[in-house]
């Protein structure tokens, strides 16, 4: 049977990239329609009850793919979401499976690993990649992590975000940070003005505090 698939996706030449990985395999797979947002993807599933599955990315205009993948979960239960995307931070990964989508793959994944997953879906597995797969069982061994997750939703911090108020509540300057991290002193300071401007503090005393009672640290 050949799966026939729908693509959620905002940026037209990875759209275009997507479709072609999807070409390589046309006895298995068949590429239906490309939405560039939630919104019109749902507005096209309820044009085609044929759908088998979703490629999801995250980060669109309009409806994101987290909010996307809940209504169709909840109006179209028997189509099966994939995300597709470049995120793998826990918060995403936690957000992706609440709301319901089966398998999460990145996009720098070969066509063969593609199909491979879709078709894995399709026969009720949850493919991951590699990456994704090992930070999930971690979520899955330390049940904590998912309410820090989910806590870190509520202020959309990322895990590096995350890491860093972590190094930050231990008492640890810029530097030391971004030699801890490995990454230029400038970045960590980037993230430590993303991270007050989420928080809606303006001090490292107010992070940490704040982060503290919401359990991110």
Do not use: W
Request: charged share 25%; net charge negative; proline share 4%.
């Amino acid at each position: 049977m050949t799966i026939r698939i729908a693509l959620a996706e905002d940026q037209k030449f990875l759209a275009v990239a997507i479709q072609q990985k999807i070409a390589l395999f046309p006895g298995d797979l068949e590429f239906v329609f490309h939405a560039p947002d939630g919104h019109e993807l749902l507005e096209k599933l309820a044009e085609h009850d044929d759908i088998d599955a979703v490629l999801m990315d995250i980060e669109m205009p309009g409806m994101d793919g987290i909010e996307a993948t809940e209504q169709v979960c909840q109006h179209h239960p028997a189509v099966k979401v994939i995300m597709f995307t470049v995120f793998d931070d826990e918060t995403r990964i936690f957000q992706a499976i609440q709301a319901g989508a089966k398998g999460y793959m990145l996009k720098d994944e070969p066509p063969e690993v593609l199909r491979a997953a879709i078709v894995d879906i399709m026969d009720g597995g949850a493919p991951m990649s590699s990456s994704i797969a090992s930070k999930a069982l971690k979520l899955l061994r330390d049940p904590s992590r998912a309410v820090a997750s989910a806590d870190a939703a509520d202020f959309n911090l990322t895990a590096r975000e995350i890491e860093v108020l972590d190094h930050l509540s231990q008492g640890l300057d810029y530097r030391e940070i971004a030699e801890v991290l490995i990454v230029a002193p400038g970045t960590v300071r980037k993230h430590i003005e993303n991270i007050y401007r989420k928080l809606q503090v303006n001090n490292k005393m107010r992070a940490v505090k704040k982060a503290s009672r919401h359990g991110l640290i």
